[in-house]
């Protein structure tokens, strides 16, 4: 335990049946939980958890592997059933729960899965509670017997909860939005908005054409969702939809494209909605929160509205604790986090595409005219699959390259270099005013990160 760490940047993340996620740590994590959920609520009698999870074939087994745990720690368990994680989050607030756990591994192949928590706040468990929860799981392994064969374990019938409560959620958000005559796509990365998305959006008065949601448990995210919003532009043009959104497979990340099939990120989402809220004087301490990883370009777009970007670290809780750090409600990732802390306490993705129907009903304009403005930095990311997550100054040839970019680059580029918190990657971010300078110095760094460490 000493050499592995259980929680990453999202939770536990991994190819179920591989450490941890093999059937006997999901049950041993169930117990600790549970431990630490005792001894955090020593006033309370009766403890709650639910469980909700996306639609891999791994989700079950999983489910009922952590129940187990749970219920032999005497907590009693709750299924919401296949739900984006931001509705899980919600529920876990608004229920008579005093835990929340997601099965899902977001935007990672069908293969993987993954297990997060959240407090009955909605919110994500900090750094400190998932180490609390790791020494738990380390002394309970010290245990003879601990982990509990898998042939002794019950099939559990758990009782369901069923997510009304987050769609009428969502609806509220955007009171009297009236979305009549709007033609719009959305692509459910055959993942856990595959059942909500067509209802939602339907249910506000648009004509939606819904793909990639018929899931099997082997297709989500594959070829489709917010990794590749390609496919939703060209089917939006083709539509000749006003709108278009790209959920991944637990929906709490979100890509949009306009009229034209131009693709919208985050960045320009945050460029566009940031300006709205200023407009509204609603933008809390004029303060965006976004990360590294945030365009250059999107940093001096903020600057003419005198409008302040914090930068935290990658991954939507860290986003979200800058938030609460420096009073602002907004904030987000490039990759499609976005965090409207008035409505939500993590990414959402159909929140997020009902704000910005919402933003366009209001202002009566196109996608097209609304993500005019911001000028993004020509942006290059190279990912080198590692055998391990060496520190970069730890690798001499590495770091004399890293040193070297930054010296190029000066005050028009910048380097990020960090470790994936959810698979086995160094990822190289170079921004800067010429394309193929920018190339060079990731090709650059790559090659060197590649035969130190490489695999």
């Known amino acids: 335990m000493a050499e592995h760490k259980l929680f990453g940047t999202d939770g536990i993340r991994a190819r179920f049946g591989e450490w941890p996620l093999t059937e006997e740590m999901i049950y041993c ?3 600790a939980a549970s431990i630490w959920l005792k001894k955090k609520s020593v006033k309370t009698k009766k403890l709650s958890v639910i469980i909700g999870k996306d639609t891999r074939a791994s989700c079950n087994v999983i ?10 720690e005497k907590i009693e368990v709750y299924s919401a059933g296949v739900i984006p994680t931001p509705g899980l989050a919600y529920m876990t607030n608004v229920q008579d729960v005093k835990l929340g756990a997601m099965i899902s591994a977001s935007h990672n192949p069908a293969e993987d899965n993954g297990i997060k928590f959240f407090s009955h706040n909605g919110f994500k468990l900090s750094e400190k509670e998932e180490i609390e929860i790791e020494n738990i799981v380390s002394n309970l392994l010290k245990r003879p017997g601990a982990l509990k064969s898998t042939q ?17 959620h969502l609806k509220k958000s955007v009171s009297g939005l009236n979305l009549f005559g709007l033609k719009m796509v959305a692509d459910c990365a055959n993942g856990a908005v595959s059942a909500y998305a067509q209802k939602l959006f339907e249910g506000l008065g648009a004509k939606v054409d819904v793909f ?34 790209s959920f991944d497979g637990d929906a709490d990340r979100v890509m949009f494209c306009d009229e034209q099939g131009k693709i919208i990120d985050g960045d320009f989402l945050m460029a566009l909605v940031a300006k709205y809220l200023q ?7 004029n303060t965006v929160v976004g990360t590294s990883m945030t365009n250059f370009g999107l940093e001096k777009y903020l600057e003419k509205l005198d409008i302040k970007l914090v930068r935290a670290d990658v991954g939507d809780k860290y986003v979200l604790k800058e938030m609460l750090k420096h009073k602002s409600n907004f904030g987000g990732e490039q990759s499609g986090h976005i965090i409207f802390l008035e409505y939500a306490t993590t990414g959402d993705g159909m929140l997020t595409a ?17 993500s005019k403005g911001l000028k993004k930095y020509p942006q290059l990311i190279k990912n080198v699959r590692v055998s391990q997550k ?3 100054r730890k ?13 190029v680059l000066k005050d028009n580029g910048r380097l990020v270099m960090r470790y994936s918190g959810t698979e086995c990657l160094a990822r190289i971010m170079v921004e800067g005013m010429k394309k193929q300078q920018i190339k060079n110095i990731a090709d650059y760094i790559a090659e060197a990160i590649q035969k130190e460490i490489g695999v």
């Open 390 to 392: 060496k520190d970069f």
């Open 63 to 72: 489910e009922q592997n952590l129940a187990n745990g749970f219920k032999d």
């Open 152 to 168: 002794k374990r019950k099939h559990i019938k758990l009782k369901k909860i069923p997510p009304r409560c987050y769609i009428e």
């Open 279 to 285: 407009g509204k004087g609603t933008l809390s301490n």
């Open 29 to 31: 994590l169930g117990r």
């Open 395 to 407: 690798m001499p040839v590495v770091w004399e390259r890293i040193k070297y970019a930054e010296k």
């Open 212 to 245: 990639n949601n018929k899931p099997d448990g082997k297709n989500i995210n594959y070829n489709c969702g917010s990794l590749h919003p390609e496919q939703m532009a060209v089917i939006a043009k083709r539509k000749k939809a006003v709108f278009g959104c």
């Open 354 to 370: 009902l704000q910005l129907l919402k933003i366009m009903k209001e202002t009566g304009q196109k996608l097209s005219h609304l």
